[in-house]
T-cell receptor, first 110, second 114 residues
Framework: KQEVTQIPAALSVPEGENLVLNCSFT??????LQWFRQDPGKGLTSLLL?????REQTSGRLNASLDKSSGRSTLYIAASQPGDSATYLC?????????FGTGTSLTVIP | GAGVSQSPSNKVTEKGKDVELRCDPI?????LYWYRQSLGQGLEFLIY????????KSGLPSDRFSAERTGGSVSTLTIQRTQQEDSAVYLC????????????FGEGSWLTVV
C-alpha cells in the first residue's frame, strides 16, 4: 500500500523568505508526482508534475525535486509572497490512483 | 469546456435522501476520478474510470455509493440514503490517460447532510 506523508503540517513564514515543503512516499514504483495548491473552499490547482524519470521541474518561483529511490520530493518556494498562502498537497500516481498527502498549510505574513 | 466542471457546487440535503453529483471532465480525457475530502482531512479515493474498462470501485465506502460514466464522458456519483458522515466535498478529476499526465480537478461539490 502506498502512503504519502507531508511535513510540516503547517508553516508560517514572513514575506520574502525562501521555504521548503517536504513529501515522502513509501513505494517508489510511481508513474509521477504532482504538487497541488488548494485555497480555502476551492478545488486543487496543479502546480508542477514530475515524471518518474525526472529529477526536478521548475515553474517561476517554484522548484520541485524528486528522489524516487529514497521516496522523497521537495517543493521549494523562492521569495514567498502573501498570495502564496494556501494548502500545498503532493500526490503520487501509483496503480490506478493518485495517493495524496494531507498537505502543508502555508501562511506568508506580510 | 476548458476545465473540469462539477454540479451542484453546494448541496444541503436531509438525512436519508438520495443525492446525485455530476462531473463533466475535460474533453478528450479518458481517465476520470472521484475523491472525497472531509473537513480537515486528506483526499480519499472513491472510484476511477479509464476509457471503456471496468471502473476501479475499490474506494467506495459502502454500497450506498455508486457511480457511472456514460459515453466515456460525464460521470454521476450517487449517494443513497445519505448519512451525516457523508458530509464532505466531493472532488472530480480527469487526466488524458491513467499514467504520466497531469490530473486536473474541478471545484468540487460541497455536500452537507442535516
Amino acid at each position: 500500500k502506498q502512503e504519502v506523508t507531508q511535513i510540516p503540517a503547517a508553516l508560517s513564514v514572513p514575506e520574502g523568505e525562501n521555504l521548503v515543503l517536504n513529501c515522502s512516499f513509501t513505494d517508489s514504483a510511481i508513474y509521477n508526482l504532482q504538487w497541488f495548491r488548494q485555497d480555502p473552499g476551492k478545488g486543487l490547482t496543479s502546480l508542477l508534475l514530475i515524471q518518474s524519470s525526472q529529477r526536478e521541474q521548475t515553474s517561476g518561483r517554484l522548484n520541485a525535486s524528486l528522489d524516487k529511490s529514497s521516496g522523497r520530493s521537495t517543493l521549494y518556494i523562492a521569495a514567498s509572497q502573501p498570495g502564496d498562502s494556501a494548502t500545498y498537497l503532493c500526490a503520487v500516481a501509483w496503480g490506478n490512483q493518485f495517493y495524496f498527502g494531507t498537505g502543508t498549510s502555508l501562511t506568508v505574513i506580510p | 469546456g476548458a476545465g473540469v466542471s462539477q454540479s451542484p457546487s453546494n448541496k444541503v440535503t436531509e438525512k436519508g435522501k438520495d443525492v446525485e453529483l455530476r462531473c463533466d471532465p475535460i474533453s478528450g480525457h479518458t481517465a476520470l476520478y472521484w475523491y472525497r475530502q472531509s473537513l480537515g482531512q486528506g483526499l480519499e479515493f472513491l472510484i476511477y474510470f479509464q476509457g471503456n474498462s471496468a471502473p476501479d470501485k475499490s474506494g467506495l465506502p459502502s454500497d450506498r455509493f455508486s457511480a457511472e460514466r456514460t459515453g466515456g464522458s460525464v460521470s454521476t456519483l450517487t449517494i443513497q440514503r445519505t448519512q451525516q458522515e457523508d458530509s464532505a466535498v466531493y472532488l472530480c478529476a480527469s487526466s488524458r490517460d491513467r499514467s504520466g499526465n497531469t490530473i486536473y480537478f474541478g471545484e468540487g461539490s460541497w455536500l452537507t447532510v442535516v
